[in-house]
């Protein structure tokens, strides 16, 4: 079974621009959630999506968005970049209930410039 | 509030070594999962193990073997014999109370370096 993908893997963006990326779950897992990751704040939750909702939101701003297409690929968009959201960010995907692992993907590394 | 401890910020080991990585974490849940995670350099998290509140067996998978101890809020980690491959980065995880099930608290992870 294929894990999960991410892409791109790397990507470099200035100041103010806006950003998409993208994760596709293992088959069958209907849940997708998204991690930030820095050296100073550590893996951080962003947001969940389920069968296309999203059903839970970590403490970021409005600039971080997502959503969930009924593959459940899901997309992640940041506009506005600012300097401080240079980080890895991770894509998991899970089966539904409680105690299935989430399995993550190998990231995607966002330098703001 | 919910919250992952991990004391340790980095290991240092010669292979063939046993370490143990800790882990003590909060939860108001009565019942509850605990997760080990490895972040080798390529990145991507890697899932080890999961706990149940309401099991406290010790768990040994050939050279990993975990120790739950729900009076210590403990959940530790030991590593037999180390090798390089075991050089990494340990988080421990714990669902938020209110985040629902994939809302996971990190701990801030240990790196570990096993060196030859």
């Known amino acids: 079974k294929a894990g999960v993908t991410q892409t791109p893997r790397y990507l470099i963006k200035t100041r103010g621009q806006q950003v998409t990326l993208s994760c596709s779950p293992i088959?069958?897992?209907?849940?997708v959630s998204w991690y930030q990751q820095t050296p100073g704040q550590g893996l951080q939750f962003l947001f969940e999506?389920?069968?296309?909702?999203?059903?839970n939101k970590g403490n970021f701003p409005g600039r971080f968005s997502g959503r969930q297409f009924s593959n459940s690929r899901s997309e992640m968009n940041v506009s506005t970049l600012e300097l401080g959201d240079s980080a890895l960010y991770l894509c998991?995907?899970?089966?539904?209930?409680?105690?299935?692992?989430?399995?993550f993907g190998n990231g995607t590394r966002l330098t703001v410039t | 509030a919910q919250k992952v401890t991990q004391a340790q910020t980095e290991i240092s080991v010669v292979e063939k070594e046993d370490v143990t990585l800790d882990c003590v974490y909060e939860?108001?849940?009565?019942?509850?999962?605990l997760f080990w995670y490895k972040q080798p350099p390529s990145g991507e998290l890697v899932f080890l193990i999961r706990?149940?509140?309401?099991?406290?067996q010790n768990e040994i998978s050939g050279r990993y073997s975990w120790n739950f101890q729900k009076s210590t809020s403990s959940f530790n980690f030991t590593i037999t014999a180390s090798q390089v491959v075991d050089s990494a980065v340990y988080f421990c995880?714990?669902?938020?109370?209110?985040?629902?099930?994939?809302?996971?608290?990190f701990g801030a992870g240990t790196r570990l370096a096993v060196h030859p």
């Open positions: 998991a995907s899970s089966l539904e209930g409680l105690g299935s692992p989430l399995h």
């Open positions: 995880a714990l669902p938020s109370f209110s985040g629902g099930y994939n809302k996971l608290i």
């Open positions: 088959s069958g897992h209907r849940s």
């Open positions: 706990r149940n509140s309401f099991d406290e």
């Open positions: 999506y389920f069968s296309e909702t999203q059903r």
């Open positions: 939860t108001r849940d009565t019942t509850y999962y």
